[in-house]
């Protein structure tokens, strides 16, 4: 009895240190379900759920949050999408900003922040990425979750070994649990391609005229600053480009590629005949070659291996020790926005759409983001 008491202690100890550990991780774990806080400007004229386009969804965790705002005088609609994919901060942050700031005198605006709500509920497994980070307004911290790419796999489950999209293309398993492979959708699918389904029932219902998917890659991606178009659009692009450049914002075109079947900018084009765009930042914390993640990585976008990488000519955007910041990525992605519906109103004055509250560029990247972000209540 006296040799075996040293091992029952032994093993009682370890037992409540791995019971203690279950606790706090699944404590941490499920912080992840708290919603990040939204306030909308005053301007706001009603808050849906993405339900109310698909009633299938309802109840779900892919029911997101709509902020529709609406000017005195009728014309163009406009969506903004960010948050598709959750590890991609500058694409929902930029959506949260115009949220909070726009105010609209003719026609309408609708902004997903949350696109893909699931993906925000948890992180990517073996990346070790923050689980939210901070960013500083007058009157407080506001918190925002860093997410996965990929819809939860507690929402959705098995990944099918080989995906074969609703339009047509075959991919890789995983690809089942990404919204921006998954359009046009199915009614009947799994969690993600329903709520792909329910954007665009949105994008019929209210008619909507141009749309924006806002997202960020790694800075060693090809397709990187820049705006993605639907062939339809490559008028309105081009305009959009120049204006940019004539602020001294860089931007490269990039067509949406026939071939490539189940993204935002094609199958909106393509079922709707809207004008469909995708926007790209570069965010250091999302690619390959970084250092160790951390929230000071998401928000200052700066990284050794990163400069290192620059310097061989590794990377398609120029990257040194200043880093690309959150500031700045959000920035392009609010300019880019502007342009794009400037030059919509040039070539569609049938369908205008005129709105203020956006920050300047300038102003912002001196400021801050938490200038602009409403206190914490």
Not at 121 to 130: A, I, K, L, S
Not at 238 to 255: D, K, N, P, S, V
Not at 295 to 316: H, M, P, Q, S, W
């Amino acid at each position: 009895m006296k040799r075996k008491q040293p091992k029952l202690i032994t093993g009682g100890i370890l037992l409540i240190f791995s019971l203690t550990l279950c606790f706090l991780s699944g404590r941490e774990f499920r912080s992840m379900l708290k919603k990040d806080k939204i306030y909308p400007s005053s301007g706001l004229t009603e808050v849906q759920k993405l339900s109310h386009y698909f009633p299938s969804l309802k109840g779900s965790p892919g029911d997101t949050d709509i902020y529709i705002f609406s000017g005195e005088e009728a014309g163009g609609n406009l969506l903004i999408l960010g948050g598709c994919h959750p590890n991609e901060p500058a694409g929902y942050i930029t959506a949260v900003l115009a949220a909070e700031n726009i105010r609209v005198q003719k026609g309408k605006v609708l902004i997903i922040p949350q696109a893909n709500l699931s993906g925000f509920t948890h992180n990517d497994p073996f990346e070790g990425n923050p689980q939210r980070f901070p960013i500083s307004t007058p009157g407080g911290d506001r918190w925002f979750r860093y997410g996965s790419r990929l819809t939860n796999p507690v929402h959705q489950w098995p990944d099918p070994v080989l995906y074969r999209n609703p339009a047509g293309q075959k991919l890789a398993g995983t690809e089942y649990r990404n919204l921006n492979r998954n359009y046009p959708g199915r009614k009947n699918g799994g969690l993600t391609e329903k709520v792909a389904f329910g954007i665009m029932e949105l994008l019929r219902l209210e008619k909507i005229d141009i749309a924006i998917d806002l997202h960020e890659a790694a800075p060693e991606y090809p397709v990187i600053n820049a705006i993605v178009f639907h062939e339809n659009s490559a008028e309105l692009a081009a305009i959009a480009l120049m204006e940019l450049q004539m602020e001294g914002i860089e931007l490269r075109l990039e067509e949406s590629p026939k071939n490539l079947r189940g993204l935002s900018h094609r199958e909106w084009g393509d079922f709707y005949s809207i004008e469909a765009f995708l926007l790209e930042t570069a965010n250091a914390a999302h690619g390959r070659f970084k250092g160790k993640p951390s929230t000071a990585l998401i928000l200052e976008g700066k990284d050794n291996n990163y400069v290192k990488a620059g310097r061989l000519g590794r990377l398609f955007v120029h990257f040194d020790e200043n880093g690309i910041p959150l500031e700045e990525r959000a920035a392009r992605h609010i300019a880019a926005v502007k342009a794009l519906i400037a030059s919509h109103n040039e070539l569609h004055s049938e369908s205008l759409i005129l709105f203020t509250g956006l920050p300047d560029i300038s102003v912002l990247k001196k400021e801050g983001i938490g200038a602009f972000l409403k206190p914490p209540k």
